[in-house]
């Protein structure tokens, strides 16, 4: 009897030998709210104070220029501390690594928040990127090791969805929390969901062996003077106008010169900071040039939305993040179709492909924009844009661990965030350029072609200052009207140049190995 209800299939059949995981855990889904909580405090944190910038600027007695270093202090600190994450959890032990990178972030948070001067408030950015730049590669990692082969994909749609939503959520929920209590409360907030995913880990974690390996400190400080002097290239570039400034020249030749040394180093050296092997698979290595893009396509557009509809079209914080949001409600719903796509063995290739092809779709919608584009139309560029971040975000992350062995996980996550978070600032760098470029290109040809009967049959332009204050008030409206069309113009450029970014980079998903091959 036994014997036929097993030939039935009311016996379920075991796993695939190699269908288990890494490091079993007991209680799954709590250790999953455990780490997506982490992850979700690290990525608000890297939006979420920008909206409290013009606060900050007052209570602590900066000004313009110098208010801008509580966001590259973070920016810089995490990128320079990113790289060493594979080493310290070999080291150290990537459960104690994970726990003190998240308390870290929590007491970091908290000194922001009581920061009484300029000075203070830098420093504890700069802790607060250092600790939380660990907690991104681990949790990615984590996800994995803790969950069988077979549920990848569906961890990494669930971890997705908390690194996409979050830049998203956080301007929205930065301005709310700016003008119903304060500006510290966008650091406080951190505290209370910090306080639980730190209580979930100390009791859930799985321990993760540790390797005695050696630091490349010749590696790690080369290529930490490359990030640096990047992230300062970019940062006061447009500030300093460019190369007609000294200091530009500086950064640019540290940048330079310390990237090929770091790239001659690393490809030759002994013990170098990163395994060899990591670059030499190539999926992985294809899939970092995609992390490059999607970083820049991403939060490039995110950076220029929000100030377009509250300068130009009169949004408030909260409608310009009501807004936003459907771009978040995309992502969630592409993510699961692809992540579905990918269990049931569907070739990932076409799938990133089809994804960058709808991102380009929506930037080329949103590129069609004027001055009267109503709040349905941006609503629906933005889900069709977050539609194709997901389909592209998860077959992505599943083809660049597919031939990964485990060991390399944490140190190919860092990878994998590196060049996300230097693609969005090389994006939101090179948006920015362009559109103050073409903001003073779009203005002068429109301010060349305003004459008396492109304003009315009965106004000459070059006349009307008879009209002493009333003219000179008819010239500043005239002025200001020529500076929002110029500035759509621009925002429009900046669309256009994205949309045949994210277009160059389809090609590239030919070159990968297909996911079933795998």
């Known amino acids: 009897m036994a014997t036929r209800s097993a030939q039935a299939g009311d016996v379920p059949a075991p796993e695939a030998a190699d269908d288990v995981a890494q490091l079993p855990v007991a209680n799954q889904g709590i250790l999953i709210i455990g780490?997506?909580?982490?992850?979700?405090?690290?990525?608000?944190?890297?939006?979420?104070?920008?909206?409290?910038?013009?606060?900050?600027?007052?209570?602590?007695?900066?000004?313009?220029?110098?208010?801008?270093?509580?966001?590259?202090s973070y920016i810089i600190a995490s990128a320079v501390a990113l790289p060493i994450t594979g080493w310290l959890a070999d080291r150290v032990g990537a459960r104690r690594l994970f726990i003190l990178s998240v308390l870290g972030f929590i007491l970091s948070s908290?000194?922001?928040?009581?920061?009484?001067?300029?000075?203070?408030?830098?420093?504890f950015r700069a802790l607060?990127?250092?600790?939380?730049?660990?907690?991104?590669?681990?949790?990615?990692?984590?996800?994995l090791d803790t969950n069988k082969p077979s549920r990848h994909s569906q961890m990494m749609a669930i971890w997705g969805m908390g690194i996409m939503i979050g830049p998203i959520l956080g301007p929205v929920l930065g301005g709310w929390l700016t003008e119903q209590a304060s500006w510290r409360w966008v650091f406080y907030v951190n505290l209370p969901i910090g306080i639980l995913s730190l209580a979930i880990l100390i009791t859930q974690l799985p321990q993760r062996g540790t390797a005695r390996r050696r630091f490349d400190i010749a590696g790690f400080v080369l290529l930490g003077l490359a990030l640096a002097s990047f992230q300062m290239l970019l940062d006061r570039?447009?500030?300093l106008d460019w190369f007609a400034s000294y200091e530009i020249w500086m950064w640019t030749f540290l940048f330079v010169s310390s990237t090929w040394m770091a790239v001659v180093h690393l490809g030759s050296a002994d013990n170098p900071l990163f395994d060899r092997a990591l670059f030499l698979d190539r999926n992985f290595a294809i899939s970092l040039g995609f992390m490059l893009v999607i970083g820049a396509v991403m939060f490039a557009t995110m950076a220029l939305l929000p100030p377009m509809l509250q300068q130009l079209m009169s949004y408030d914080v909260i409608d310009t993040?009501?807004?936003?949001?459907?771009?978040?409600?995309?992502?969630?719903?592409?993510m699961q179709i692809a992540g579905m796509a990918v269990r049931r063995g569907i070739d990932a290739r076409p799938?990133?492909?089809?994804?960058?092809?709808?991102?380009?779709?929506?930037?080329?919608?949103?590129s069609l924009w004027s001055l009267d584009v109503d709040r349905f139309h941006i609503v629906l560029a933005g889900l069709i844009q977050g539609l194709g971040i997901g389909v592209v975000f998860i077959?992505?992350?599943?083809?660049?661990?597919?031939?990964?062995p485990p060991r390399l996980r944490t140190d190919g996550s860092s990878l994998l965030n590196l060049l996300r978070s230097l693609g969005a600032s090389a994006g939101i760098s090179l948006t920015t350029v362009m559109f103050a470029r073409n903001l003073q290109t779009s203005h002068?040809?429109?301010?060349?072609?305003?004459?008396?009967?492109?304003?009315?049959?009965?106004?000459?332009?070059?006349?009307?200052?008879?009209?002493?204050?009333?003219?000179?008030?008819?010239?500043?409206?005239?002025?200001?009207?020529?500076?929002?069309?110029?500035?759509?113009?621009?925002?429009?450029?900046?669309?256009?140049?994205?949309?045949?970014?994210?277009?160059?980079?389809?090609?590239?998903?030919?070159?990968?190995?297909?996911?079933?091959?795998?």
């Open 128 to 143: 607060q990127g250092v600790t939380g730049a660990f907690i991104l590669p681990l949790s990615q990692a984590f996800m």
């Open 395 to 404: 077959p992505l992350n599943i083809s660049a661990f597919a031939t990964l």
């Open 237 to 239: 570039g447009q500030s």
């Open 35 to 72: 780490i997506m909580s982490a992850s979700l405090l690290q990525v608000l944190d890297t939006t979420i104070a920008n909206v409290a910038i013009p606060h900050m600027r007052s209570a602590l007695s900066a000004t313009n220029e110098t208010v801008t270093w509580v966001l590259t």
């Open 444 to 518: 002068a040809d429109i301010a060349a072609n305003l004459s008396g009967a492109s304003v009315s049959n009965s106004v000459d332009v070059s006349t009307v200052d008879r009209y002493q204050g009333l003219g000179e008030a008819a010239l500043r409206m005239l002025d200001m009207e020529a500076n929002r069309q110029a500035a759509m113009v621009a925002y429009i450029d900046d669309f256009r140049m994205m949309m045949w970014i994210t277009i160059a980079a389809m090609p590239l998903a030919l070159l990968m190995k297909s996911n079933r091959t795998a």
């Open 110 to 123: 908290m000194l922001c928040g009581m920061a009484q001067n300029l000075g203070e408030m830098v420093a």
């Open 321 to 334: 993040g009501l807004v936003l949001m459907p771009r978040g409600i995309g992502v969630l719903i592409s």
């Open 351 to 366: 799938i990133v492909a089809s994804g960058f092809a709808i991102c380009a779709g929506s930037l080329w919608q949103m």
